[in-house]
């Protein structure tokens, strides 16, 4: 088909759900959206079946065991490519990605394979975050940066929109990481690839409901992970 799918990955956002997809939905009506839920304790995937039971755009994927961020996108890029859509975005489902943006990167993918949503460029930004978390942010990416020798600003973002031919060329199958370091790791597995990508300013906002995922032990992952992009040692 040729309509995008939005890929949301959930784990104990039960709060956040009907909310964010309606406002997916709202944005861009065209897209289909993949719930991809680890067995969440509160009934996330159940509420998930419930919407989707609504609406013929909503579709839900169960994981029995909760594997990481990068397992269950790769599982979401396969079940995409399964079903012949157009496009592919990941996003957060707890409102710190804006889905007002979805339509501009859509729209950035017409010159480039791969979009990239980019808090730190010109017109993109963060906001709810203290000095600490903006600085580990900040000195991740220029890290990632000169280890991998590549200009891009936000390789630990993971607000993306992917055109189907990328992931088809990506070779999703070599990917190992699981945590946030998979965003790196696709960005870089991309460029490696041939594939062309562009970034797109946007305004990140942390979340104001349920818990956020990220750890001291994911950062201190990415950090090793670079070196390992860096010498092909994944």
Not at 71 to 92: N, Q, T
Not at 109 to 116: E, F, H, S, V
Not at 133 to 161: P, W
Not at 178 to 199: D, H, M, N, P
Request: aromatic share 10%; proline share 5%; charged share 20%.
């Amino acid at each position: 088909m040729s309509s995008p799918l939005v890929l949301i990955p959930t784990y104990n956002e039960k709060g956040n759900l009907p909310p964010f997809i309606e406002a997916v939905r709202s944005s861009l009506p065209q897209a289909d959206i993949l719930v991809i839920d680890d067995n969440s304790p509160d009934g996330t995937g159940a509420l998930a079946e419930e919407i989707a039971a609504k609406d013929v755009h909503v579709h839900v994927l169960h994981r029995i065991h909760k594997e990481g961020l990068g397992r269950a996108y790769l599982a979401g890029f396969a079940w995409a490519l399964e079903h012949d859509y157009s496009h592919v975005f990941e996003i957060d489902a707890d409102f710190s990605h804006n889905p007002k943006d979805l339509p501009r990167l859509l729209a950035a993918t017409g010159d480039a394979d791969i979009a990239l949503g980019c808090r730190w460029m010109p017109g993109g930004g963060v906001s709810g975050w203290p000095w600490s978390r903006l600085a580990l942010s900040r000195f991740g990416n220029l890290y990632a940066r000169l280890i991998l020798g590549v200009s891009y600003r936000d390789l630990t973002g993971g607000f993306k929109c992917f055109r189907r031919e990328a992931l088809q060329t990506l070779g999703l199958e070599k990917i190992r990481s699981v945590g946030y370091g998979f965003q790196i790791e696709t960005t870089w597995r991309a460029l490696k690839s041939g594939l062309s990508v562009t970034e797109v300013p946007i305004h990140f906002t942390d979340r104001t409901v349920g818990v956020s995922k990220m750890s001291g032990q994911t950062f201190r992952e990415a950090l090793i992970l670079v070196w390992r992009l860096r010498f092909d040692r994944l």
